[in-house]
């Protein structure tokens, strides 16, 4: 079993775009409501879904702040890459790498596109 994660965003393309450039992933679906990403196995990582599209009661309302009591948490292979990535893209840190003495890895956060609070861990 394992969960495939899906958050509501205000454009497709462009978070699609976020998250191939800080991660690898692929896009596997495409489109302007719906998209799948996977990592360089094929396995889904995260899907994003359009504000409002289908109709789902927790994404009907764009003007609620985002991920309120969600964190995005990854855990990557390669903590440096996925760094000099974000940086690179010159993406929103909130906080640049250091070690968690609760995960007990080095890890950095960053804010998406959304807003979307995301921990990428090695």
Not at 26 to 38: C, M, P, V, W
Not at 56 to 72: E, F, S
Request: glycine letters at 4%.
């Amino acid at each position: 079993m394992r969960l495939e994660t899906i958050i509501a965003v205000k454009d497709i393309p462009e978070s699609s775009k976020f998250y191939q450039t800080l991660l690898g992933l692929t896009s596997k679906h495409g489109g302007d409501t719906f998209e799948i990403l996977a990592d360089s196995n094929n396995i889904t990582v995260l899907c994003l879904h359009k504000w409002g599209e289908h109709e789902h009661p927790t994404m009907l309302n764009v003007n609620l702040p985002a991920g309120n009591g969600l964190i995005l948490f990854f855990r990557v292979p390669d903590l440096n890459r996925i760094w000099e990535n974000a940086i690179n893209a010159h993406y929103k840190i909130e906080k640049e790498p250091h070690y968690n003495p609760n995960s007990l890895k080095n890890q950095f956060i960053l804010r998406d596109i959304d807003d979307y609070y995301l921990i990428i861990s090695e």
